[in-house]
Nanobody, 126 residues
Framework: QGQLVESGGGLVQAGGSLRLSCAAT????????MGWFRQAPGKEREFVAA????????HYADSVKGRFIISRDNAKNTVYLQMNSLKPEDTALYYC???????????????????WGQGTQVTVSS
């Protein structure tokens, strides 16, 4: 398993934007699909977005489709989540996650991910 460290969270007004980053160390980042999940107080952790190991495929939760963009830079061992048109309901702790399968396909199943960061807080005010 590798180590993942998220950054970029903060407080933003509704309609604003934030860019989250996740820096990976400890294993071959470029051969693993990556995902973002989020967890709001009192709710289950939910899938947000995922990107394949090559960056050629992405998948989004319906709630963020058209507003969020996931990308990766394998040379920098970093995955990003650009969040636009933020809404109060996007408020949550956002986690970066690494797929357990080398060169696996894009997946939204939590069980497929075995590396998790500590999370970065995103708060959207109305």
């Amino acid at each position: 398993q590798g180590q993942l460290v998220e950054s970029g969270g903060g407080l933003v007004q509704a309609g604003g934007s934030l860019r989250l980053s996740c820096a990976a160390t400890g294993r071959s980042f470029s051969v693993y699909a990556m995902g973002w999940f989020r967890q709001a107080p009192g709710k289950e952790r939910e899938f947000v977005a995922a990107i394949s190991w090559s960056g050629g495929s992405t998948h989004y939760a319906d709630s963020v489709k058209g507003r969020f963009i996931i990308s990766r830079d394998n040379a920098k061992n970093t995955v990003y989540l650009q969040m636009n048109s933020l809404k109060p309901e996007d408020t949550a702790l956002y986690y970066c996650a690494g797929d357990r399968r080398p060169q696996g396909g894009v997946t939204w199943y939590r069980a497929a991910y075995d590396s998790w960061g500590q999370g970065t807080q995103v708060t959207v005010s109305s």
